[in-house]
């Protein structure tokens, strides 16, 4: 990676880092924290004339031996430890000469300052407290001081005494894509997330591991390499360790081995080596680096690397591993743990213990715990003597991953499920795959043959899943009568009675979902409440929370929607599916979108998006890039709502729900921009065939309503009354009481266009009463906006600013920008609102500011007000000026308006 290269993470950073030390403003003491083995010579680029000094831990005891550089030898008799800190700092000022208007008087960055001495420290930030007529800048860059750092409470007073903190975090999966690019390697999110694991938050073993693998032109080893430096430092590390930290560090490493994504519990590694008194030994290891440790008691360790790790067992050596394993084999707590260290100690054929790890594999499978039957799958077929038996544990381990929707892992495991003879088990895992890839055609092709295949009499348990899996092949195809039909073929009890609960039973949930559709929200929610009463113990429970979430949202019922989908989210974290938990994060997102949560609702997306890309699932990322495009776009923020639709792109040959979501995503953006032919051509796949059923269910996708409003924008009404009369029917036919009342505001503004006010205003009346009961303020705001634009149409222009300025105010408190409402007939030539000549007092002070380049934040702070008032004040100032962004506001200027 070359020296200049500036990964994703770092930008954001370093752009902080510029505007906060940009010239013209009064002295700033700026704290940057950053995690081990991140570099940052690249503060130093964002820091152009600084001084660079730099703390080295042998000279922390010598007070000032840090500033003895940066005062030069003429001044160095005049500093003297006995001296205050203010007072040497204003020595030092008074020796400074002053710089040109708007620059710095002196610029200093301190690298590595959890090693500097505290006198230099105390120094330097008093000088910037002190230089209230000069412009001192420093900038402290902050390590992790070890756990016996001396001056860790003065690390923390700096942070507070800091006008700001920065933060340089570990590296994220988009920066080692950058890093694997830069080396000439293909970064897919397999190898991101391997190496995130290997390497941990150090960027420098990121690179080093990445050019090790470039040399031996290969990345699907199973064991990444170790690099020669961090070999060497652990090396230094595990010898300056005492005989009890060492033994200690063994058994960590050991433990971790078998359960590489679990903690481990430092009292089971103390009773294997014999330790009665492990929190000195722990506390040494935690100062050295070599352990992490969870919690206040420290229960919980963990090594902080995959690498470290490797390195910690090669100097153990295999013998003593061996007699380890076998040790924790017999006292782990947890049967699933005693197994695997049984196997890694005596790592051979063993029938029994496979037999063994096949039935708990089941048992985990039934209660939806989809990893860890993943874990004990693979372990059967691994300690398996005969290679059909173990070709069907192996088909068993894949299609357990799969269905914990953690396709990364897949890889380096696919070559060997090809090699499996053709089974219905294997199609229907293939077939899974595809699904979740977003890939309808390969899927549909292996579950057809999967099930020919599949001989329903003798394997009812294969048949089965095979259904299942067509539940969700038919699912993402948008097809609510195959869901239901293939929900109940996964839901037929075996012949003997016997069968996985947990497979049938989250079909039958997503057999709920498309009852919904077909026949309205009420019977879906009482058989599910029926499904609920009779699911075993364990996470199968996340699938009905989904799908009761779903349904719920569907209906309008947002408040009981957000309860179930919040905790089908949470499920993750106690052993649920990553597929499902991100599912419930899709329409999470859409939900806090809605009700008006704008901030949750991008965190919501944006985690998912971050999810579903890690794990391969490629068939949930339009979902999530529909709710941050459409974010973006009410925000006025085209750049990024660009971004989300071209992150979120599908075609024919996609799945419909992906489809769905990428054009409700590009119909979204235009609306935002005034642009109903954009609108109408975005739709336009949506008017097929395949759209007339689960598509244009009431509730489930808005397309609808985008569609209708977009033709009485552009005044087609007849053609808009012909669109919307089949979906008011069965709006009505459903008693869908949200749907009704957002039809009801096109039905409103279709009959006032026309000439029937009267019954124009009641159908206005009775929609927005209908939506004022609910925590819709987006869809009002819209309703509003909607009327308004009818209002001015029908020449009704006083009336129609009251009702636009509702909207605009609605719209304003949630963030968004204020511009969505006027048609093209009332627009001038460019295409946005007329410009107001005037302000209010609050507006012009916020704009003048935001002009100026301040963020929301500063002015905030600058007017003594909170971050919403100030996106409140500059969605009307946008609207008032006709701009749509801070650049336009700054180009355009604030010289000519008028206060009101």
Known sequence: MGPSTILPSRQHVLEQLRDATRPGQGSRLVVVDVVPGSRTDLLRDALPGCRELVGLSWQQPDPLALLRPLIGPSATQDLSPDHSPGTLAAGWLAALPVAAAEAWDAIVLVRQAQHADAASLQVLASAVHQATERRILVVLELGEARIDNPLRQLHDELRVAAHQVLRIGPVTPEDVAEIAAQEGLPASAGLVRRLLDHC???????????????????????????????????????????DRARALLAACAVLEEARPLDRVDSSLAARMVQEPAPLGPLSELSAAGLLDIHGPDARWVGLPSAAQRQCVLDGVGLPEQTRLHELASRHHPDERARLRHRWLARPQPDDQLAARAEELATAR????????????????????????????????????????????????????????????????????????????????????????????????????????????????????????????????????????????????????????????????????????????????IQRILLARGWVQLAAGEHLLARDELERAVAADGWGGSFRIGLWASAWLARLHLETGRWEEAEQVARRGLDGASERGLALLVP???????????????????????????????????????????????????????????????????????????PGFWPWVELRGDALLTLGRRA??????????????????????????????????????????????????????????????????????????????????????????????????????????????????????????????AVAELVASGRTNREVAGELFVSVKTVQYHLTRVYAKLGVRSRGELAARGVADVTVS
């Not at 055609?441 to 299942?468: D, F, I, K, S, Y």
């Not at 489809?659 to 796949?685: H, I, K, M, Q």
């Not at 669109?723 to 008693?735: C, D, G, K, S, T």
């Not at 968004?816 to 007092?841: N, Q």
């Open 200 to 242: 941990g938050a150090d960027e420098s073993e990121v690179v080093a591991t990445l050019r090790l693998l470039a040399a031996r032109r290969g990345t699907q080893a199973e064991r990444l390499p170790v690099s020669g430096a961090l070999r060497a430092r652990m090396l230094t590390a595990l010898t300056s360790l005492d």
């Open 365 to 540: 499978a039934v209660r939806g715990e989809w990893l860890a039957s993943f874990e004990l799958w693979e372990l059967a077929a691994q300690a398996s003597a005969e290679d059909v038996v173990a070709g069907r544990r192996w088909v068993q381990a894949v299609d357990s991953l799969v269905a914990a929707g953690d396709l990364t892992q897949l890889e380096g495991r696919m070559a060997r499920l090809e090699q499996v003879r053709e089974t219905a088990l294997r199609e229907a895992c293939l077939g899974y795959v595809g699904c979740l890839s977003g890939r309808p055609t390969t899927a549909g092709t292996r579950l057809e043959r999967a099930w020919e295949l599949c001989n329903q009499q003798r394997e009812p348990q294969v048949a089965r899943l095979v259904a299942e899996r067509q539940v969700l092949h038919a699912l993402a195809r948008c097809r609510a009568e195959d869901v239901i039909t293939w929900a109940g073929r996964a839901a037929e009890p075996a012949p003997d009675g016997v069968g996985e609960a947990g497979t049938s039973q989250e079909a039958e949930a997503v057999g709920c979902v498309a009852l919904a559709a077909v026949k309205g929200p009420k019977p879906a929610l009482r058989r599910l409440d029926e499904l609920e009463r009779v699911v075993p113990e364990g996470t199968i």
């Open 623 to 697: 979902l999530m890039q529909w709710t941050l495009a459409e974010l973006a776009a009410l925000r006025g923020d085209w750049a990024a709502a660009d971004r989300a639709v071209r992150g979120g792109v599908a075609d024919a040959s996609h799945y419909e729900v992906m489809r769905v979501s990428a054009a409700l995503a590009r119909a979204s953006v235009a609306r935002a921009r005034g642009n109903p032919e954009g609108v109408l051509e975005a739709l336009t796949p949506l008017e097929q065939s395949w759209a007339r059923g689960w598509v244009s269910a």
């Open 719 to 844: 053609e808009a009354d012909d669109f919307l009369r089949p979906h008011e029917a069965r709006a009505h036919r459903q008693r869908h009481a949200v749907q009704s009342a957002r039809l009801g505001g096109l039905r409103a503004r279709l009959e006032l266009l026309g000439g029937e006010a009267d019954k124009a205003r009641a159908l206005q009346a009775a929609s927005l009463s209908e939506l004022q009961r609910r925590p819709l303020p987006l869809c009002r705001a819209r309703l509003h906006l909607g009327w308004a634009a009818a209002l001015r149409r029908s020449g009704r222009r006083s009336e129609a600013e009251q009702e636009a300025d509702l909207g605009n105010r609605l719209l304003a408190t949630l963030g968004g920008w204020v511009g969505h409402g006027p048609t093209d007939d009332e627009m001038p030539g460019d295409g946005r609102p007329a410009a107001a000549p005037s302000l209010t007092a609050q507006e012009l």
